[in-house]
């Protein structure tokens, strides 16, 4: 499976963006998807996730209420829309996919890796 993010961009606190994942590949409904970020100077760390149906999904304490992970497999497409954007959620921030179903928290879990997109968000 190769994933492509994109949708980042720069906005303010209290705003609202939303990233998107491309996966290509013929097991994408197959995989477990998730979202990380990495801010400068921070380890990667984890977001959110969603399982293969897209009936169970995973997120960080510091999102819960405030982003929504969500898929279509029949686009081959993982989503991210993030509400009441603070300062702190101003990372790089990657979609991966894991063929286990866990929605896993670990990195090392994760088998596929998008290239990440870039989210500021300004006070």
């Known amino acids: 499976v190769q994933l492509q993010a994109s949708g980042g961009g720069s906005v303010q606190a209290g705003g609202s963006l939303s990233v998107s994942c491309a996966a290509y590949g013929r097991t994408f409904s197959s995989y477990a998807l998730g979202w990380f970020r990495q801010a400068p100077g921070k380890e990667r760390e984890f977001v959110a996730a969603?399982?293969?149906?897209?009936?169970?999904?995973y997120y960080a304490d510091s999102v819960k209420g405030r982003f929504t992970i969500s898929r279509d497999n029949a686009k081959n497409m993982v989503y991210l829309q993030m509400n009441s954007l603070k300062p702190e959620d101003t990372a790089v921030y990657y979609c991966a996919a894991e063929r286990w179903d866990r929605l896993s928290s670990y990195t090392y879990e994760y088998d596929y890796w998008g290239q990440g997109t870039l989210v500021t968000v300004s006070s």
């Open positions: 969603i399982s293969w149906s897209g009936g169970r999904t």
